[in-house]
Structures are given as structure tokens and as C-alpha cells.
């Protein structure tokens, strides 16, 4: 592997590989054969990616009978490859002997292709495995070989599948080969392994400007007519990225093309993947196209060739894509094929290679090239490349006649206005191109390069054959610069001879900035800046304090300034005012002629001093123990010299300090009231300091606060006694006055004075919905001192209520109201009533059901009630009880035991069920009364006939308690019809004693009219319409009529109050 390929693709694994196969392959001696162990030492070539079978269907291993055929594509030595770097930029130098010198394959192969040992080792070692040795390509990077699938898996470790993609049969390995470690640096890539379709979408060579498209696989096709070297132009049209193949597989394409560069072929790729690099677009032997409208900006993936270099490219060393736009491939290719034809030879063509350094060098040739934002006026161009269209679109008329064909010698001088500029300061470079031959003035454009390969910029020559630069930009030191002309179709590309300047390095402008507000022990940062005409400075800044040294590196700012910030310590021989002198070190570019003085200001410390005094209170007259310290501050030594202590101003000791502390005795005044103070006088890095709180004390005895509760848990509103006892720390017989705060936490319950030292606050204001800690703080007084007892812990609880459950009833009938009353009474006096829902619940037969929740109202004094009325209890027992849902005073709580509520009923049962009697029949029928949940009530019978049925009914007995039977008595009436004896005996008599109604004379008329009168009672006695004997109308009746009806049937039971009627039909048919 060559060595700029070790740069282009950065894969640890195999530059390891690499270098380890390279150190075993240069110890083999020629005359040995190397020993290959197939089991191990292997190396793994990666040879495709698994992207190409995502969507493949394996259709199972490969017949190991089938034939293969593989091509081997072989890595040159190092030397080698070193070797053809070199001869490929020869090609594009005019100054080169080898300019231009294109190569046949067989030359190529035998000055750069593997070399007779590297063959030997490969084909020694595949002839083991079984494989048949086929041809080496003409340029001697690619060996043939067959074998079986077999022989192959066997060979490079892998297993080989049939696949279908896309309804097509392929074959491929979904592994990657594994090569012996002797062999596997000679070899780049292996072909063969698979037949999957080529990623290139066209490929086509031209030779004398016709194009020859083919349908062979677009790697053999490319290898096909380089090794054949009869076509000077290779155009591939791909939309391929670059991340889709492999190292190895980009490999065998370069190798490939170098060789193609090595003999004057020119390749040509289209470029537009559009994300990670376009294939075989992106790689530096290839000029990458982009068509019209399909630009597309791509991430560079390969190191950066030496002819890409004009104004607009990235600030990076990698190779960009693409190097121009054209609107159609094909046409480009005609053009430099137009191009390549010999002047004097219609069939004849010329070979120009790699095109890239031609197209570059001409960038900036008016016209040439057009951005889509350049001038609209004809004859300009911006000159400059940009991500979606390279150097612009290409006028490939204009390109016809600029491009450098020419073939008349051509001188090339050059002229430089200032052989020792300042670095940053402007040069002209000024190159004069002379024809040779005497003809006419040249044309093209001319490079100015450096002799590290940078180009300065490119001029197109004016009309006097004359290119200017002035350039800023040329580095520190000494420079050579040569003008390299590009040749014309009429002159043949020259350069001139180099010119060598000494750029004097630039005067940098230091500033400098210091932190302010800084003390002793800490440190200070001093912000150091150099300026500079051209150019980002770098190096290192050197600070230098009271002899000591300080560096930083400089970081940019700006383009053309950089700063770097250095802390410094605070020192003590730093306090007060201090010089600082700041520098740069000067290299080939930029230099600090005189060091920058800056001031720092340092100042003393403050320090903080702790005190202490015993006893504490202090009594008056009485010795008093001190303590001082102060501690140092940051890196500065701890405070020295001297504290003094004071009561009420007054000196009673001092202390010198050691290690910043110290200790004195005293003896305090008499006065009643006394304030304790320190003060330190400072020293050379500290201030003077006094204690910033001062002690007070009124001489009193230390006293003890103890506190008690009546209760541990406090209940909403109930009263709680809390009870502080202060008593003095020893023993005295003075007792303590003055008053003690109770506080709930910090809230102030209440302040009680004293009385025989003990104070007592009944409250009944806590909270039951907290937690409570309660403390008792004495006040003190003119003998005793303030002191604060332990927190007692009061614990919160909801109450407990009592609930009681009552009912109207405790027995009733069905469908009679039954009224329950919950009542919730609180536990204490004093509280108020519940609040909040009642739930009552009816347990039957098993099953507690809820009936009603219900808001409680208060009723009376800590008490409320809820009530709940409900007619619809089934009969027989119910257990009821409530529930209370509590509040944020009360707990929840049920009513035991349940109430016990008994709900009777009654049946009754007729035998028989129905009644059948003839007419003036009766008929008795059983009535059955059975009790229903211990129904123990009287229960009266009542029975209604229809109306007109001449049916009576009626019972015996009419009342029953609890159980048992009563009979119904049913009975109906007879038809009944008058004879004539009873008819005319009556009618006699009414006729007789209508007859002594009236007067003898008048009785003779009236005969007649009594006789009919007695005719027509007779015809109405027979016509039913009169009743028997005895009835009271003495007309004769047909009886209850004959069909069924239906009687009436009331049953009315009573238990106390409670009523309950049930009624009842009996059928009754008359016959």
C-alpha cells in the first residue's frame, strides 16, 4: 500500500495489519519460499459491505463443483509506490524531464507494478490452495485465478450463497476473506467473490472522439481499456458514494487509474452523491463533473492533491468535489477529446492525463469558468471554487481555446518588486512569457508557486503576454517562487527559474490587560494579546514578575490576533505595585522586538478573627480566659502580631500571635453589663481587624428551662397544659424571674411570667393536622440568665368520635316507612360538632348494599345527626349500620353492633282455587293465611260480589292473627216463577177491593177498565218481571245469571301502627 493510501483512508485495524504483514514481507529473502499457514496469522481484507445484500434473498450455499474466476489486484511495494508519486507529478511539471513522457503497461508494470518476489510469493501460495494461475494484467497490478467454490471458501476462509435480487440469480459471500499474513500486504482487493451488479451506471472510452459503451462490468471494462492503452479518455457516469465500497475495493479503482494517469489516460467521473463522497468522483486521479441542476454539496473523504488550490476552497487539507459543472458529460468528453487531437494528424490523438492541474491553473482565465452568482457581464468570472459547482460551469468553447496544447517553445521570467519584504507586507510577483519561436504573444495564465508546493495564486497573462500578483501572503524566512506558465494552443507550458526572497519577520503588537481588586495569597490574571498583520500568531507568551517567569500558549481571537490569559500568584513581595513584562518568541514570521510593561496593584488581605472568652457569661471582678486566631488567607503566611481584648473598651490583655493564634487572661470590670470585643492590628499582608461581633454579657447565672406536657398527641380542640420549669444551673437560693415564650416551632404561643420559677399555658389551638414541636424559652433576668428548653414532640391525632344508629321501628310491615338516625358525638367537651357524610348501609341476606349518604346537622354540643327515610326495605331481616367519613377533626368510625330491623309480610292461598255452582247453588272455599318473616298482626277479610250478580260472600271467622284459615261462604240465587192460582187470587182481591172504591152506578162502568188492568198483571208476571213470594216487591226474578265472575277480596293487616292491605280475586262460574 502506498503511502498516501495510509493517509487517504485512517483505519486502524489495517494500517496494523499493514505494518506488520510489510515488517514480515521485507525479511523474505529472494531465493526463499515462504511457508503459508492457512489456520491462523490471517489477515482480513474487506472486501464489500453489507449493504450490498440487505434486500438479497439467500437462496442457500453455492455448488462447491462451481467454477470461479478471480482477480487479485496487487499492492506495489512502498518504494514502488513513493516512487510512482513522484513520477505522476513529474508528468504535470514543464521543468520535468519526465513531462509528459507517458508510459506503456508493460513499462508501467515493470518500473512500478508488484515486483517479481511479490508474484512469486502470491502465486506460490495460491497454486497450494488449487487454484490455476491466469494472466498478470499488462500493467502488473491484477492476477487471474480459477478455481472451484470450494477450493475458493477453503482458500479465503468464507462460505459463498446464491442470492436473489430483484428476481434475478446472484452469488456472493456474506463474509469478509482472510488472506496469510505473508501474502496479504501485496494484495489490495479480490474480485470475483461475487457477481453482484456494478453501482456505476455507464461507463464509456473514447479513443479519436467516438464513445464506445459497453455491457461488460464497469470495473473490467475500466481495466479492459487501460491495460489495452488505445483510449486516452475514460468517462464514468455514477451516482455511487463513496462510503458504499470499502478501503479495499477503492483500493483496486486507484491503483487502477494511477496506472491510467502513469499512461495519459484521463478519467472522468460525474459528482453528486451528495453525502459522503462521490465514487470514483471523490479520488484525486479523477475529475469530478457535476452536471447542470444536479449539484450537490458532498463531504470530502481523501487528503487534499497539490493542483487543488483556488481561492474559495475550504480551510482544510482534503480533497473537495467536484473540480467543475458541465451540462452533459458526453459533451465534456467530446470537447477533450476535440482537444487531444493532433494538429497535424486528423487520426492521430495526444494525451494530457490527469486534467486537474490544466483546468485549475486555468481557473482564472475570464470566461472560462461562470458561478451561479458571478457578474452577468461577458468575459468575467469569479475565479473562485464553491461547494455545489466546483470551479463554475465550464465554457467548453472557451476551454478549447485556452487549453495548453501548444507545442512552441515558450520563456518564462520573473520579476519580484521587494527581495526582503516584511512578512504581511505586500510583494509583486510579475512573470513575462516570450515566445521562443518569435511568433505571437502568448496567451494562458501563469502560477505562482512556492517551493513547499503552495500556490500563491493564478494571473491569466494580459495582452502583452505579462501576469501579475501582489500577494501578503508570503511566510516568514526564505521563500522560493516560481512562475509557471500553462501553455496555450500555440506555446508549450514553462516555467521560470525560482526566485528566492527573505521575508523579514513582522513586528507583533502585544497589549496586555490585568485583573484588578486583587490581595495578597490569592492571584491575579494578566490577559496578554498579539496582533499581527497576516496570519493567525501562535507560540508562546512569557510573563516575567520580580525575576520569576510566566508562559502560556496563544489561542486565536480573531484571524489575524491571538491571547492567551496567565495566572500569577499573589505573592507577599507582590503587595503594593509591581512591573510586569510580557513578551513573545519571535520564529520565521512574527517578532517582539521590545517586551510590554504592564502594573499590577496588590493589596492586603482581610482576615477574619475568631475569638473566645471563659467563663461565658463572665463575672464581674473574675478572671477571663482569651483565644484568638486568624487564618491565612489563600497562599499568604498566617497573620502576625498582636490581638487585644477589651471589656467596654477598656485594654485588659493582649496576645501575641504564633502560627496566626494566641491566648491572654484578664480580669473583667465591675460593671453590670459587658461587651467583650478583639481586636487585631495588622501587619505587613493583613489589615487591622475587630471582631465584628461583639460579646455581650450582664454577669448572670446560667440557668436550666425544662418543659411538659399534659399530652403527647394533640387532638383538634382540645385544651393541652404545657408547663416550664426554670431553675438556676447550680444551686441558689434566689429564684429565677421574669417570663417564659412557649413556641409551636417559631411560632410564639404565648409568654407567662413566672411565678415560684414555673409558668403554665393551657392552649387548645394546635393544629391536629401537623406535627408539633414545642419549646419554652426563659427570658432571663438581672441574676439569671436566658436559657431555652428541649423541644418537646407533640404528636397530632384526628378524635374519635362516638356514632350511634336508631330506627323508628325494629320490626314493621313491608312498605312502611322505616326512619334511621345516625347520630356522631365528639369524644371531649368543649369541641365542636362533626361535620361531613354519613353513609348508611344495609346488610341482607349476606350482601351490605349502601342506601344513602347524608350531610350530618349539628344537634347539640359536640353532636350531629343524619337521617335517612326509606319505604322500600324487603321483607325480611336487615342488618343497618352507618358510617361517618370523619373530617379534619374526626376520625371515620362505624356504628356497632348493627341494627337489627325486621320487615313482615303475609300470604294467602284459596282451595280450591276456583268455584263452580248452579244457579241458587253455594259453595264454601278455604282461605289460607301464612305468615311471611314471623308476621305476628291481625288481618280482617272482606268480600265484594259484582253488582246485580245476586252473588253474597262473605267470611268465617272475618279475622285471623298471625296464621291460620278462614272460610269463604259464597252463595248465589235461584230463578223463581209465580203461578195462576196465586196470580188470579191476587188479582181478585185487588179487583175486589178496587170495586169497594167507588160508588155501585160508577163500579157497572169502571168493570171493563179493571179487567184489563187485571189481564195485563198477569202477562207481566209471566214476563219475569215481578219476584216470588217473599220478596218486597211480590214480583217474580231469574236468579244470579249464569258465567263466571269475579269477587273482590281485601286482606288488611295491622302490627301496631303499621298497615299493610293485600287484595285477592276468586272466580266463582255459575251454571
Known amino acids: 500500500m502506498y503511502t498516501s493510501l495510509l493517509a487517504l483512508f485512517r483505519l486502524p485495524s489495517r494500517l496494523f495489519a499493514f505494518v506488520v504483514a510489510l515488517a514480515v514481507l521485507c525479511s523474505f529473502a529472494p531465493a526463499q519460499s515462504p511457508s503459508f499457514d492457512t489456520q491462523a496469522s490471517r489477515v482480513t481484507i474487506l472486501s464489500h459491505s453489507a449493504k450490498f445484500l440487505a434486500s438479497a434473498v439467500d437462496a442457500g450455499p453455492l455448488p462447491s463443483s462451481q467454477p470461479l474466476q478471480l482477480t487479485l ?165 455514477s451516482t455511487v458514494c463513496a462510503s458504499t465500497y470499502t478501503p479495499s475495493q477503492t483500493d483496486q479503482y486507484r491503483i487502477l487509474f494511477r496506472q491510467a494517469a502513469a499512461q495519459g489516460i484521463s478519467v472522468l467521473a460525474t459528482s453528486g452523491c451528495g453525502v459522503s463522497g462521490s465514487f470514483p468522483a471523490s479520488l484525486p486521479e479523477v475529475t469530478a463533473i457535476t452536471l447542470t441542476g444536479t449539484a450537490d454539496d458532498t463531504d470530502p473523504t481523501t487528503l487534499r492533491p497539490s493542483w487543488q488550490s483556488a481561492p474559495g476552497l475550504p480551510a482544510n487539507s482534503l480533497r473537495v468535489e467536484p473540480d467543475l459543472t458541465t451540462p452533459s458529460l458526453d459533451a465534456f468528453t467530446q470537447t477533450i477529446a476535440t482537444i487531444l487531437q493532433s494538429p497535424t494528424s486528423s487520426t492521430a490523438t495526444l494525451r494530457e492525463g490527469n486534467l486537474n ?48 496544447r501548444g507545442t512552441s517553445a515558450s520563456f518564462v521570467s520573473l520579476a519580484v518588486s521587494n527581495y526582503a519584504p516584511t512578512h ?93 481588586g486583587n490581595i495578597v495569597g490569592g492571584t491575579f490574571t494578566i490577559t496578554v494579546t498579539e496582533t499581527v498583520t497576516l496570519g493567525q500568531p501562535t507560540g508562546v507568551i512569557t510573563v516575567s514578575l520580580l525575576g520569576r517567569s510566566y508562559t502560556g500558549t496563544l489561542a486565536p481571537v480573531t484571524p489575524t490576533s491571538s491571547a492567551v490569559a496567565i495566572t500569577i500568584p499573589a505573592s507577599p513581595d507582590t503587595v503594593g505595585s509591581s512591573t510586569l513584562s510580557s513578551n513573545c518568541i519571535t520564529n520565521a514570521n512574527y517578532t517582539c522586538y521590545t517586551a510590554l510593561t504592564t502594573t499590577v496593584t496588590v493589596g492586603k488581605a482581610t482576615p477574619v478573627l475568631n475569638y473566645t472568652f471563659s467563663p461565658n457569661p463572665v463575672i464581674s471582678g473574675s478572671s477571663v480566659a482569651f483565644t484568638a486566631s486568624l487564618a ?51 501587619d505587613a499582608n493583613y489589615f487591622a481587624v475587630t471582631s465584628s461581633t461583639p460579646g455581650t454579657t450582664i454577669g448572670t447565672a446560667a440557668t436550666a428551662t425544662t418543659l411538659t406536657s399534659s399530652a403527647t398527641t394533640v387532638i383538634a380542640d382540645q385544651p393541652i397544659t404545657l408547663t416550664a420549669k426554670v431553675t438556676p444551673a447550680t444551686a441558689s437560693t434566689t429564684t429565677p424571674t421574669g417570663s417564659v415564650t412557649f413556641f409551636d416551632g417559631a411560632t410564639a404561643l404565648g409568654s407567662i411570667s413566672l411565678s415560684s420559677g414555673t409558668a403554665v399555658l393551657p392552649i387548645s ?7 408539633h414541636s414545642i419549646t419554652a424559652t426563659y427570658s432571663g433576668d438581672v441574676t439569671y440568665a436566658a436559657s431555652t428548653s428541649a423541644p418537646v414532640a407533640l404528636t397530632p391525632s384526628l378524635a374519635a368520635p362516638a356514632i350511634s344508629l336508631t330506627s323508628n321501628v325494629t320490626s314493621t310491615l313491608v312498605g312502611n316507612s322505616i326512619v334511621l338516625t345516625a347520630r356522631v358525638t365528639s369524644p371531649t367537651t368543649g369541641t365542636g360538632a362533626p361535620t361531613g357524610l354519613v353513609t348508611f348501609f344495609d346488610t341482607f341476606n349476606g350482601t351490605a348494599t349502601q342506601l344513602a349518604a347524608v350531610s350530618l346537622t349539628p344537634s347539640g354540643a359536640g353532636a350531629a345527626t343524619a337521617s335517612y327515610a326509606t319505604l322500600t326495605l324487603a321483607t325480611g331481616t336487615h342488618n343497618l349500620y352507618a358510617v361517618y367519613a370523619g373530617d379534619s377533626t374526626f376520625a371515620t368510625a362505624q356504628s356497632a353492633p348493627p341494627l337489627t330491623v325486621t320487615i313482615s309480610d303475609y300470604t294467602a ?50 279475622t285471623l292473627t298471625g296464621s291460620g284459615t278462614t272460610t269463604l261462604n259464597i252463595a248465589t240465587t235461584p230463578a223463581q216463577t209465580s203461578s195462576l192460582r196465586t196470580l188470579a187470587g191476587g188479582t181478585a182481591a185487588l179487583a175486589t177491593l178496587l170495586s169497594l172504591l167507588f160508588p155501585s152506578r160508577r163500579r157497572r162502568r169502571l168493570l171493563p177498565t179493571l179487567l184489563l188492568l187485571l189481564l195485563a198483571l198477569g202477562i207481566t208476571s209471566n214476563l219475569g218481571c215481578g219476584s216470588d213470594s217473599t220478596s218486597s216487591n211480590g214480583l217474580s226474578t231469574g236468579g244470579t245469571p249464569f258465567g263466571t265472575s269475579v269477587l273482590n277480596i281485601t286482606a288488611t293487616g295491622t302490627v301496631g301502627t303499621a298497615t299493610i292491605r293485600h287484595t285477592y280475586t276468586y272466580q266463582v262460574t255459575v251454571q
Not at 374 to 389: I, Q
Not at 654 to 678: D, K, Q, R
Open 73 to 237: 489486484t496487487l499492492t506495489p511495494t512502498p518504494d514502488r509506490a513513493a516512487a510512482l508519486d513522484q513520477f505522476l507529478t513529474d508528468l504535470a511539471d514543464p521543468t520535468s524531464p519526465s513531462y509528459h513522457q507517458w508510459m506503456t503497461p508493460q513499462a508501467f508494470a515493470s518500473t512500478y507494478g508488484v515486483t517479481a518476489d511479490q508474484l512469486a510469493a502470491i502465486t506460490t501460495w495460491a497454486q497450494s490452495q488449487g487454484f490455476t494461475i491466469g494472466a498478470l494484467s499488462a500493467g502488473g497490478t491484477r492476477l487471474a485465478l480459477t478455481g472451484t467454490a470450494a477450493q475458493v471458501q477453503s482458500a479465503f476462509a468464507i462460505g459463498l450463497h446464491a442470492y436473489q435480487i430483484s428476481g434475478k440469480a446472484h452469488f456472493a459471500t456474506p463474509d469478509q476473506p482472510l488472506l496469510p499474513l505473508a501474502i496479504a500486504p501485496a494484495v489490495t482487493a479480490i474480485a470475483g467473490l461475487d457477481d453482484l451488479p456494478s453501482a456505476f451506471t455507464a461507463v464509456s472510452i473514447q479513443s479519436s472522439g467516438t464513445a464506445v459503451p459497453s455491457t461488460e462490468d464497469a470495473f473490467t471494462q475500466a481495466t479492459t481499456a487501460i491495460d489495452s492503452n488505445t483510449a486516452p479518455i475514460l468517462a464514468i457516469t
Open 357 to 404: 492541474a490544466t483546468l485549475y491553473k486555468l481557473a482564472p482565465l475570464p470566461g472560462l469558468y461562470t458561478q451561479p452568482d458571478a457578474p452577468a457581464t461577458p468575459g468575467t468570472t469569479s475565479g473562485n471554487w464553491e461547494p455545489p459547482t466546483g470551479l463554475g460551469t465550464v465554457n467548453l468553447k472557451q476551454l478549447i481555446k485556452a487549453f495548453p
Open 424 to 516: 504581511g507586507q505586500n510583494t509583486t510577483l510579475t512573470a513575462t512569457i516570450t515566445s521562443g519561436s518569435g511568433g505571437g504573444i502568448p496567451t494562458g495564465t501563469v502560477a505562482f508557486v512556492t517551493s513547499t508546493g503552495t500556490t500563491l495564486g493564478t494571473v491569466p497573462l494580459n495582452a502583452a503576454g505579462a501576469a501579475s500578483l501582489t500577494t501578503n501572503a508570503l511566510p516568514g524566512g526564505s521563500v522560493s517562487v516560481t512562475a509557471q506558465y500553462s501553455g496555450d494552443a500555440t506555446y508549450a507550458a514553462a516555467n521560470s527559474t525560482a526566485s528566492t526572497l527573505s521575508v523579514l519577520p513582522e513586528p507583533a503588537q502585544l497589549t496586555a490587560t490585568v485583573t484588578t
Open 632 to 682: 491565612a488567607i489563600g497562599t499568604a503566611p498566617a497573620p502576625t502580631g498582636n490581638v487585644r481584648f477589651l471589656d467596654n473598651a477598656t485594654l485588659l490583655n493582649a496576645g501575641t500571635l504564633t502560627n496566626g493564634a494566641t491566648t491572654a487572661h484578664g480580669t473583667v470590670t465591675t460593671a453590670a453589663t459587658h461587651v467583650i470585643t478583639a481586636a487585631y492590628d495588622g
Open 765 to 771: 389551638t394546635l393544629s391536629a393536622s401537623a406535627a
Open 909 to 958: 292461598a284459596f282451595a280450591p282455587p276456583t268455584m263452580t255452582l248452579t244457579q241458587g247453588g253455594s259453595g264454601q272455599a278455604t282461605f289460607s293465611l301464612s305468615p311471611v318473616s314471623g308476621f305476628t298482626g291481625t288481618v280482617i277479610f272482606t268480600c265484594t260480589a259484582p253488582a246485580n250478580s245476586g252473588i253474597t260472600c262473605s267470611f268465617s271467622p272475618a
